[in-house]
């Protein structure tokens, strides 16, 4: 039982950290519909950042400063590539995050070659005991800055004239821009809003249990695309949801395969992917993804 | 008349190969082949239908390693089949088409980017069962792979065989092999795209409902060509198990993939052509910098620390490509050459008024 609550807390903490990824992730589909492949590589420039800068200047600084730059570099993609590609298909708008994505990372991980960088965080392998469960204390604070960063960007989406904006110009572009929204603007803050998500979830990927960054992380990033997209890819309750749901599993899967030595070693790694083919194959939509409906 | 010329000429510049090239550009030349394979066979899918795949690696190696299981003996540890290594080629296509078949629930239903993510799914679980199912893929270490037999002809090292008195190794005779292949996968894919069913796949690219009501079954469609791409990719496998002379499980990972999907989009979206350009781009980049990478600045010579390897310089490189020509280049390579050659003509008859696709752009960047 106590294995159990730790895995099921472990796997909601992990789950809250894919979906700050799968969020930022929607977030960019809703705003300029394109399916963002360089995801992976944002998340590994911001905690590459944190990881190379904190000696220099500490922990706090370090983080606003992986957190800016990943912001950056994401809207700086929206402006010098999306922006500027007029092709008929978002499929390959969707291949050409991918072209940035392979240089991305090609050169981040070509810097961090074989080292595995400390993050530096305040919270080190310290846990927390609650009667007979042991979580770690890296986990809490995952699972209450995810949420945290969650419902304010909720909230935002909902009351602030950025939010706004957004909703509108994710429901009809056209006249959104007619009432005066500024397309460029919104779409820009999309992809920076995602790549500071981004960012904040690196951290929580590469500190205690994990070793610390190295060359992998990304990998392990592209566990959130099946969480962005069993939730619905044009959803932001479908990437909370989507997320949690990955966390989970894997958690789960990882924690009891001594049990399931049947389906082989690393059935964690694998499990996200195929519970999304299950529940892709009953709503190919997503679970909460609008259908698309289309008149003609 | 001047094409066939063309083609002719090609044809025998590359049956040349082999008598004046060493190992190291053959060895090359036939991953080129695979890739070209393979290639064609996402394009088809991806450029043709619009459907994004990330899972092709995971069908080259469905082909590759079952054409080791199909024709190689048994033993203790790995099972094998043994049967004509001919037939097993046959075999591993089609259990490459049966593995594809098998995701059509998947790949008839969804479009687009979901398909692709979804598709990352063959790619990790395809990984895992490779890792783990270690009778049958040898694990970690993979396996060896049994030379091609076809008609009592070797495509191996023995018997020695010279030809105007340069030996004739697994390289030399797998180039024409390889040959044969490519150009038989071009020639049907290109019937393909020319026919009835490539005229199907374009409407369900460019306006699915449209497809819909003129009458083609969307969804069998693109099952359907989902099954055809991972039977390309299924003999792109086996090539490439030939060429390698050993299957690793590693090598069928994402960044397989990727470089597929980097390939037709440099190439040109769609066509076959396009698929076999973007094809040797892709693959030649990293061995040209690997060759020359003392003569070329910036790039370190392999096994020296410091500076960016060949490797790592050619995926950065051909990452830019895929931008720059996704930006500048709508068309890819293939339509950069196309238009080139169209410019002389246009230029010898400045009387005739150019049509109005034509005079937006009349220069060639």
Known sequence: MTTFVELLVNGLSIGAVYALIALGFVIIFKATEVVNFAHASLLLAGGYLVARLWPLIGFWAALLAGILAAALVAAAIEFLVIRRANV???SVLAIVTIGVDIVLTTELTRQIGTDVLAMGDPWGSQ?????????????????????LLITAFLLAFKYTGWGVAMRAAAEDAETASLMGIRLGRVSMSAWAVAGALAAVAALFLCVFPTPGLDRSTSLVALKAFPAAILGGLDST???LVGGLIIGVTESMMSGYQ??????????????PFLVMLVILLIRPAGLFGTKELARV | MYRYL???????????????????WL?????????????IGINLLTGATGQLSMGHAFFLAVGAYSYVFF??????KLSGLGLPTGVAVVLAVLTAGIAGGLFSPIAGRLKGAYLGIATFALIFGGQHVLFNAEHLTGGFNGRAVPELNLFGFSFGDTPSLIVLQVPFGTLERLWFLGLVLVALSMVFAQGVLKGRPGRAMNTIRDHEIAAG???????????GVFVLSSMYGGLAGVLLALVFQRTVPEYFGVLLSLDYLAMIVIGGLGSVGGAVVGALFVSLLPQLLTKYSDAIPLVAVPGTPGGVSPAEAARILYGAAVVTVVLFLPGGLLGLFRKIRLRPPRLRLPLSTPSPSESRSPHVP
Request: no cysteine; net charge neutral.
């Open chain 1, 88 to 90: 008929a298909s978002h």
């Open chain 1, 127 to 147: 846990v927390m005991r609650f009667g007979g469960v042991t979580i770690a204390e890296t986990r809490i604070v995952a699972l209450v800055t995810a949420a």
């Open chain 1, 237 to 239: 309750t479908g990437a």
């Open chain 1, 258 to 271: 001594n049990d399931m030595a049947f389906l082989g070693r690393g059935i964690g790694d694998v499990a």
């Open chain 2, 6 to 24: 063309a083609w002719t000429g090609v044809v025998v510049v590359l049956a040349l190969v082999p008598f004046y090239l060493d190992g190291f």
């Open chain 2, 27 to 39: 060895q090359t030349g036939l991953f080129a082949m695979s890739a070209a394979i393979g290639a």
């Open chain 2, 71 to 76: 024709s190689a003996e048994p033993t203790a």
């Open chain 2, 213 to 223: 009501v003129m009458g083609v079954p969307v969804a069998r469609y693109r099952a």
